[in-house]
C-alpha cells in the first residue's frame, strides 16, 4: 500500500530513489511539451534530494513510446518515418528531463538514469528497427522476459551494446554509514502475444509464452514462462541481498500485472504500461500503479531505506499535464523544436463542418460531391452550356481556382452548420457506434469504388487502428494519427466475396468477442451495414429467440435503407491484412484464400480521399446514422 508522504513528516531517510514513471506516449509529439513542463514545474517535488549521494533518479518509460514506426507522410520532413521522429523526440525527452534534475540538484555530480521497457507497438515496424534504438540511445533497456536464447538478433545486439540487459541492480549509497550499500533490481516484461500484435514481424527475437492469444485469453497458466524469469531474477537477488528492493517495468496491463505479483511476492512495486488505465491496486505488500496514455497522466513515485537497510517509506503523486498551467510553454524549447520542425505539418489543413439535409443521400464529402458543386456554383455564374464547362475545366489551374470558389460558397449558404466540427475519438469506438468510425468507412469504401473496384459493398475498420478523430482545421500530423494504430506491413487492404451469412458468421464472432472484453477485443466498423449488438448479446446469453442472421441489417443500394441481409447474396468486402492473417479467431482462416490484397492502406487510402475533395470535409446524417444499435 502506498502513503503520501505529508509535508512536514519528519524523516530519518538514509538512501532515497525517485523515479518518474509514463507509458503508452503512442507517438504523440505534440503533447510532450506539455508534460516535460508539468516536470519542470513539480521538480523538487518528484525528484526530492535530487543532488544528495545517497539519491538516485530515474525517468521510466514503460512501453509504446513508439507507434506505426515505419510509416511517412511528413510534410516538412517527407524523408522521415514516424519512428526517426518519434526517436528524436525522445532522446530530447530524455535530456530535458536530466537537465531538470540538474537544476534541482543544484551541483554537476548527481546520479539520474533512463530506463526503458519495450511495448507491443513498439515492435510495429518488426524488431529491427527497435533494436536499433536500444543500442544507441541514452537509457537502460529491460528485456526480462524475451528467450534470449532463441533470439539471435537480440543476442547480437546486446553484444554490441551494454544498453541491453535481462535486469538491472544499482547501488544507493548510505547518507550516513559509507559500509551500508542499498540495493534496488529493476526487471521489464512486455505482453508476450507478439504474433497477435505483430504477425511476422520480430524476426530474430522471441519471448517467454509468445503466442497469437489475445489480452482477454491470457491466463496464469499462459504466462508461466514470463513468471518464471521473473522469479528467477528476484531470487537471484533477494538471495544477495535480503534488504533490496524490486520494482519491475510491466507493459502487461493491470490483471496480467497482478497475476505476476501473485506469484513472485518480492516485488515491491511495478510501473504498469498497455491498459491505458490510471488505478492503483495491491497484491499483498505489493503496489501496482497504472500509467494511462497519450501523455495525460505520469506517476512520481520516491522509495526510502532507513538506516537499517529496510525500504521503509514510498510515496506517489500522479500528475496530469492536461492542468498544468501553459504560461510560457510556447517558449519551451522542446515546444520549439517541434513547431520549427513539423512547421508545415501544423499548418490548418482539414475543414470540417455539419451539412444540413433531411434525406438520406450519399456522403457529400467524396470524389463525387467535388463536381457536384462546382457544376452548381458554375450554373450560378451563368455556364450552362456542357461545351463552355468542359473548356474552362480542361485547365487545371482554372479548375483549382474555380473548385475553392464554389467550397466558399457552398459554406456560406445555409446548408452548412457550423455546431459539430469534430469526430471524435475516443475508447468508445472500441465497443459502440461511432461517428468518427461511420465517417472513416464511408470514405474509404468511397475511395475504393471510384479508384480500385466500383463493386464494393462494405468496408470493416479495426477500431484498434484508429487512433486520431478529426476536428475543423486538423493539421497534417493530426491526419497522420489517424490511421496510426496498425503497422504500415500489415495494413494493406484485401478484397474479396463471402455470402451473407459468411459475413453473419464474421459479425458475430467479432461482436461476442467485443462483448468478452470491450476495450481490449477490437470491434470492427463497417460501411453500410447496421449491427444489432445489444440483440446478439441477449442471443449470447440465451435472452432472445432470435437468431444471430436477425442481428445484422445491409443497406439497399437503391432505397439507402437497411434491410435484412441475404444469407445467400454475395457480398464483395474489403478488410485490412491485420485481420485475415489472424488465428486466434475461426473466421479469417475461412475466408483469407479468396481476398486478394490492392496493395494500398487504410492512411493512403483516406489521405486520396480527404485530397480529392479538397480537404474540406462536411458531416451529414449517414455520418450520424446509428450502425450499432
Not at 445555409?414 to 468507412?441: A, C, P
Amino acid at each position: 500500500m502506498i502513503n503520501k508522504i505529508q509535508p512536514g513528516t519528519p524523516s530519518f531517510q538514509a538512501a532515497r530513489v525517485n523515479i518518474l514513471a509514463t507509458a503508452d506516449n503512442h507517438g504523440n509529439l505534440m503533447s510532450i511539451p506539455r508534460l516535460l513542463k508539468t516536470v519542470e514545474n513539480n521538480a523538487d517535488k518528484i525528484f526530492p534530494k535530487a543532488g544528495e549521494r545517497s539519491t538516485l533518479n530515474f525517468a521510466a518509460f514503460v512501453g509504446d513510446w513508439f507507434i506505426n514506426p515505419s510509416k511517412k507522410g511528413f510534410i516538412t520532413h517527407p524523408e522521415l518515418s514516424n519512428g526517426d521522429l518519434q526517436n528524436l523526440a525522445l532522446i530530447k525527452t530524455i535530456d530535458m528531463i536530466r537537465e531538470t534534475v540538474h537544476s534541482v540538484a543544484k551541483k554537476p555530480m548527481f546520479f539520474f538514469k533512463a530506463l526503458y521497457e519495450a511495448g507491443n507497438h513498439c515492435f510495429d515496424a518488426g524488431d529491427k528497427f527497435l533494436l536499433n534504438v536500444l543500442k544507441k540511445d541514452p537509457m537502460t533497456s529491460l528485456v526480462t522476459n524475451i528467450n534470449i536464447e532463441k533470439s539471435p538478433a537480440l543476442q547480437e545486439a546486446m553484444r554490441e551494446s551494454g544498453n541491453i540487459v535481462k535486469s538491472a541492480v544499482y547501488d544507493v549509497p548510505d547518507d550516513k554509514n559509507p559500509d551500508l550499500i542499498h540495493k534496488i533490481l529493476f526487471l521489464g516484461v512486455n505482453i508476450p502475444s507478439m504474433p497477435f500484435y505483430c504477425p511476422g514481424l520480430l524476426k530474430g527475437i522471441e519471448y517467454f509464452d509468445s503466442c497469437g492469444k489475445k489480452d482477454a485469453d491470457l491466463t496464469e497458466d499462459s504466462i508461466q514462462g514470463t513468471i518464471k524469469a521473473v522469479k528467477n531474477e528476484v531470487d537471484t537477488f533477494k538471495k544477495e541481498n535480503p534488504k533490496g528492493a524490486v520494482i519491475l517495468l510491466s507493459h502487461m496491463g493491470g490483471r496480467l500485472s497482478e497475476i505476476i505479483c501473485k506469484n513472485v511476492p518480492q516485488i515491491n512495486h511495478v510501473f504498469n504500461g498497455h491498459d491505458h488505465e490510471n488505478i492503483q491496486s495491491n497484491v499483498g505488500k505489493t503496489s501496482i500503479n497504472s500509467l494511462g496514455k497519450d501523455n495525460e497522466i505520469f506517476k512520481a513515485v520516491s522509495f526510502e531505506f532507513d538506516d537499517n537497510g529496510d525500504l521503509s517509506k514510498v510515496s506517489m503523486t500522479p500528475y496530469f499535464p492536461g492542468t498544468t498551467v501553459a504560461d510560457g510553454l510556447e517558449k519551451h524549447p522542446m515546444q520549439i523544436f517541434l513547431q520549427e520542425f513539423l512547421a508545415k505539418d501544423l499548418k490548418p489543413l482539414v475543414s470540417l463542418g455539419e451539412l444540413k439535409e433531411n434525406e438520406d443521400s450519399e456522403i457529400l464529402n467524396t470524389k463525387e460531391s467535388s463536381p457536384e458543386i462546382l457544376n452548381s456554383y458554375l450554373l450560378k455564374s451563368g455556364v450552362s452550356s456542357k461545351y463552355d464547362l468542359e473548356s474552362i475545366l480542361k485547365f487545371p489551374e482554372i479548375k483549382k481556382i474555380l473548385e475553392e470558389a464554389a467550397f466558399r460558397d457552398f459554406e456560406e449558404s445555409h446548408l452548412v452548420e457550423r455546431g459539430l466540427t469534430k469526430l471524435t475519438y475516443g475508447n468508445e469506438i472500441r465497443y459502440s457506434n461511432s461517428y468518427l468510425m461511420n465517417y472513416l468507412t464511408s470514405a474509404i469504401k468511397r475511395t475504393v469504388r471510384d479508384k480500385i473496384d466500383p463493386e464494393i459493398f462494405t468496408v470493416g475498420i479495426q477500431s484498434s487502428i484508429v487512433r486520431s478523430g478529426i476536428e475543423d482545421k486538423a493539421n497534417n500530423l493530426n491526419v497522420m494519427k489517424v490511421f496510426d494504430g496498425v503497422s504500415e506491413d500489415l495494413s494493406k487492404l484485401k478484397i474479396g466475396n463471402i455470402k451473407g451469412e459468411e459475413l453473419v458468421g464474421l459479425i458475430t464472432e467479432n461482436v461476442i468477442s467485443n462483448i468478452k472484453a470491450p476495450t481490449r477485443n477490437t470491434l470492427i466498423h463497417w460501411s453500410d451495414v447496421q449491427v444489432n449488438y445489444s440483440m446478439i448479446s441477449d442471443i449470447k446469453s440465451g435472452n432472445s429467440m432470435y437468431k444471430y442472421s436477425d442481428a445484422i441489417r445491409v443497406r439497399n443500394p437503391l432505397t439507402k435503407q437497411f434491410e435484412p441481409i441475404d444469407l445467400n447474396q454475395e457480398y464483395k468486402m474489403a478488410i485490412g491484412e491485420k485481420y485475415l492473417v489472424k488465428n486466434d479467431i475461426e473466421w479469417p482462416a475461412k475466408i483469407r484464400d479468396r481476398f486478394k490484397s490492392i496493395d494500398k492502406t487504410y492512411d493512403q487510402l483516406f489521405r486520396e480521399y480527404i485530397s480529392g475533395v479538397g480537404y474540406k470535409l462536411f458531416i451529414t446524417p449517414k455520418t450520424k446514422e446509428q450502425r450499432f444499435i
